[in-house]
Each structure stands twice: as C-alpha cells, then as structure tokens.
Nanobody, 121 residues
Framework: QVQLVESGGGLVQAGGSLRLSCEASGNIFRINTMGWYHQAPGKQRELVATISGGRTNYADSVKGRFTISRDNARNTVYLEMNSLKPEDTAVYYC????????????????WGQGTQVTVSS
C-alpha cells in the first residue's frame, strides 16, 4: 500500500501565497507521475498541475501563478501558489502513479486525503 499525506493548506487573502507539500510513503519502487487536483464545492475534481520525468503540465487558470516541483529522493511533490484568487478556493488533492516493485511493471494510482485552501477577497 501507498499513503500520500498533504500539508500546507490554509486561509490566505487574495494576492497571497501558499506552498503545498505531498509526501508518498509505503510500497514504492518508482513514482511515475505526481500531480495536484482541486475540487470546489459542488464541482468536479479538476487538474491543477502534474509533473513527470521533469515535464510539467498546468491548467490554464493557474499558468504563471502556480509552480509544481518534485523531490524524487523524498518522494515529495510541491505546489507553490502565488497571486492567489478567491476562485482558487477548493480542497487540493495530491495524486501519484506508483510502480510498487521492480519485478512487475504494473502502475497504480493513489490519492491523498486533501487539504483545504481558502482565499478570501
């Protein structure tokens, strides 16, 4: 099994910054893609940013404001969020695509429990 633990959420005023962290632990041989998604009340979960093999991908709504990065030695992904807007308010979830062991190439998807980000106007 693999566990993802997010941290760093909170309440911030519009224009402020937050840094989210997500550490993966457990039965891990290799992590392929790591990413952040968010879900606002009454809406579907949406992609925010992903990172895989050094390549990054961002939702149009966060380009230029958010930066995703990764520490492979620590199995940790970060999301630096700047110039936050009230519409960024949501629960932010971390996702990882994990290969549990070297003997099989199967990959599995895991989610964290989520961390609340609230941006006040």
């Amino acid at each position: 099994q693999v566990q993802l633990v997010e941290s760093g959420g909170g309440l911030v005023q519009a224009g402020g910054s937050l840094r989210l962290s997500c550490e993966a632990s457990g039965n891990i041989f290799r992590i392929n893609t790591m990413g952040w998604y968010h879900q606002a009340p009454g809406k579907q979960r949406e992609l925010v940013a992903t990172i895989s093999g050094g390549r990054t991908n961002y939702a149009d709504s966060v380009k230029g404001r958010f930066t995703i990065s990764r520490d492979n030695a620590r199995n940790t992904v970060y999301l630096e969020m700047n110039s936050l807007k009230p519409e960024d308010t949501a629960v932010y979830y971390c996702k990882a695509i994990v290969q549990p062991d070297s003997t099989r190439s199967n990959m599995f998807q895991y989610w964290g429990q989520g961390t609340q980000v609230t941006v006040s106007s």
